[in-house]
C-alpha cells in the first residue's frame, strides 16, 4: 500500500511539472521589453521598446497608445507583435501634454523614427505605423506625411476631426497618401461613428488609394482595451489582432 501511494504521488508530481512545461511553450518567445527615452523639440520622452530577439534586421512598428495612455494592454501587443518579427516602439506622447498640438506629435514620431533607424536590428527601409482612437487619427494624418513609413493600420481613428488641439483633419491629406493601410472599426462606436469611417472609405477609393477596411458588428470605442487597461482577450480581439499581424507581414515583410 504504502509503494502504490509513492507511486501516486510521483505521478501526480510529474503531471504537475508537465502541466507547468506546458504553460511556459504557451509564452515562450514572449518579450519583456525596456523604456528608452526619445529626444523631441528639446524634451525627453520615455517609449516601450520589444524586440523580436537576437539578429535582423527587422521590420518595425510605431505604436501610438489612445487618450488613455500607455496602458499594460498595449505593451502587452507589442510584445506579442515582437514574437511575430516586429521591432515595435511606443512612445509616451501624453508625457508632457494630455492633447499635444499636431506639429509637437509630428516631431516626436519623426525623432522616434529617427531613434529606430539608429538601431541595428531594424530594418529601416520597412517601418509601419499602427495607433488607437487619437492614435487612430495620428495614423491616418501622419501615414501620409512621412514618407519613412511603408504601411498604417489605423484602429478606431478620426479621419474628419482636427483632434482636441484643433489641428487638421487627415481627410484633408489622401490626396498624399502613398501607401497602404488598413482600417479597422466596430459598428457601435459612439466617439467615432463608423459612418463617417464609410465616408473616409469612399473618399480614398475616389482618389484611387489603396486601403483595406475591417468593421466588426457591434464592437464599440477602443474595444481592443478594457477599462482594467488589459488587452481584451475575445474572438472579436483576437481576430482583429491578427487582421493587424497579417497586413504588416505583407507590407512590410513580404510574406
Not at 20 to 49: E, H, K, L, W
Not at 62 to 79: R, T
Not at 89 to 99: G, H, N
Request: charged share 15%.
Amino acid at each position: 500500500m504504502r509503494n502504490a501511494i509513492l507511486l501516486v504521488v510521483i505521478v501526480s508530481l510529474l503531471f504537475l511539472a508537465g502541466f507547468a512545461g506546458a504553460s511556459d511553450v504557451g509564452t515562450a518567445g514572449m518579450q519583456n521589453g525596456t523604456t528608452v527615452n526619445i529626444q523631441s523639440g528639446g524634451q525627453s520622452y520615455p517609449a516601450y521598446i520589444t524586440t523580436p530577439g537576437d539578429g535582423g534586421p527587422y521590420p518595425a512598428v510605431v505604436l501610438i497608445h489612445s487618450f488613455n495612455g500607455l496602458e499594460p494592454g498595449y505593451q502587452v501587443m507589442a510584445d506579442r507583435l515582437a514574437t511575430e518579427g516586429f521591432v515595435v516602439i511606443a512612445p509616451e506622447w501624453q508625457t508632457f501634454a494630455q492633447t499635444p498640438e499636431d506639429a509637437v506629435m509630428e516631431g516626436l514620431i519623426r525623432d522616434t523614427v529617427a531613434y529606430l533607424e539608429t538601431r541595428p536590428e531594424v530594418n529601416s527601409s520597412s517601418i509601419g505605423l499602427t495607433g488607437f482612437c487619437a492614435g487612430g487619427r495620428y495614423t491616418m494624418l501622419f501615414l501620409p506625411l512621412i514618407e519613412e513609413f511603408s504601411a498604417g493600420v489605423a484602429w478606431y481613428g478620426f479621419p474628419y476631426s482636427g483632434g482636441q488641439a484643433n489641428g487638421t483633419p487627415p481627410a484633408e491629406f489622401i490626396e498624399n497618401i502613398t501607401d497602404p493601410m488598413l482600417i479597422i472599426h466596430g459598428t457601435a462606436d459612439e466617439a467615432s461613428p463608423v459612418g463617417d469611417i464609410y465616408r473616409y472609405a469612399t473618399d480614398l477609393d475616389a482618389a484611387g488609394k489603396y486601403f483595406e477596411l475591417k468593421v466588426y458588428q457591434g464592437e464599440p470605442h477602443g474595444f481592443m482595451i478594457g477599462g482594467d487597461g488589459q488587452l481584451v482577450e475575445t474572438p472579436v480581439a483576437e481576430s482583429a489582432y491578427l487582421e493587424m499581424v497579417g497586413f504588416f507581414k505583407q507590407r512590410l515583410s513580404g510574406t
